[in-house]
């Protein structure tokens, strides 16, 4: 079992940044593929960041190309999101999420969210 639990979602202009965490327990996170996906009502969840166990390996959707920086501290079992240059339409809950070791193609843990909201 993996606990996570996010913060430093909150209001912020648009153009302005956020650094969202992740803090990992009971479990292994240091061995888990990572990622953080957002939801807004209505739509579907969206994977927009994931990195890979020694973070040798990341992956952006296209929206937040460029903008947006995942990183890990496996030592903190923590997990990051730098997000600049953020957009009104970045607006969701975001989640993080692990992929424990057995992998698959879902995830098996996922955060509770925090909420990111961004004024035009």
């Known amino acids: 079992q993996v606990q996570l639990v996010e913060s430093g979602g909150g209001l912020v202009q648009a153009g302005g940044s956020l650094r969202l965490s992740c803090a990992a327990s009971?479990?292994?996170?240091?061995?888990?593929?990572m990622g953080w996906l957002r939801q807004t009502p209505g739509k579907d969840r969206e994977l927009i960041a994931a990195?890979?166990?020694?973070?040798?390996?990341?992956y952006y959707a296209d929206s937040v190309k460029d903008r947006f920086t995942i990183s890990r501290d496996n030592a903190k079992n923590t997990m990051y999101l730098q997000m600049n240059s953020l957009k009104p339409e970045d607006t969701a809950v975001y989640y993080c999420?692990?992929?424990?070791?057995?992998?698959?193609?879902?995830?098996?843990?996922w955060g509770q969210g925090t909420q990111v909201t961004v004024s035009s």
């Open positions: 999420a692990a992929d424990s070791p057995p992998y698959s193609s879902d995830f098996d843990y």
């Open positions: 009971g479990g292994t996170f240091s061995r888990s593929r």
């Open positions: 990195i890979s166990v020694a973070a040798l390996n990341t």
